[in-house]
């Protein structure tokens, strides 16, 4: 019953950032849930040097298909010019949850 869904990793500059992108894709029903993680201490390196950052860890959940979709979304109202968008698929599930899941999408 898992084939298909997916976990969506994106990190923000901010709590508000997160919370406005995944408003914006529940809206449009591409992910059923948004859990808003932070703020986090992310390194990493950008431009040859190595940087540190205070960010939100933003967790979606939706259908593999719908990726792109959300990845678009996401490139529109995302403040990075190279956001962090990574998929991973869900392996197990509750039947329960991943019914419900299934019902909050498009």
């Given at each position: 019953?898992?084939?298909?869904?997916?976990?969506?990793?994106?990190?923000?500059?901010?709590?508000?950032?997160?919370?406005?992108?995944?408003?914006?894709?529940?809206?449009?029903?591409?992910?059923?849930c948004g859990n808003i993680i932070g703020p986090i201490a992310s390194l990493f390196r950008?431009?040859?040097?190595?940087?540190?950052?205070?960010?939100?860890?933003?967790?979606?959940?939706?259908?593999?298909?719908?990726?792109?979709?959300?990845?678009?979304?996401?490139?529109?109202?995302?403040?990075?010019?190279?956001?962090?968008?990574?998929?991973?698929?869900?392996?197990?599930?509750?039947?329960?949850?991943?019914?419900?899941?299934?019902?909050?999408?498009?």
């Amino acid at each position: 019953m898992t084939d298909g869904y997916i976990l969506v990793l994106v990190t923000t500059a901010s709590k508000s950032e997160a919370e406005k992108i995944a408003q914006h894709l529940l809206d449009a029903k591409l992910i059923a849930c948004g859990n808003i993680i932070g703020p986090i201490a992310s390194l990493f390196r950008w431009s040859g040097k190595i940087e540190r950052a205070e960010e939100y860890l933003t967790i979606m959940k939706t259908r593999q298909e719908l990726f792109r979709m959300v990845e678009e979304e996401i490139k529109t109202l995302h403040s990075y010019e190279v956001p962090e968008i990574l998929a991973i698929p869900i392996i197990e599930g509750s039947n329960a949850y991943l019914k419900w899941l299934e019902s909050c999408l498009v």
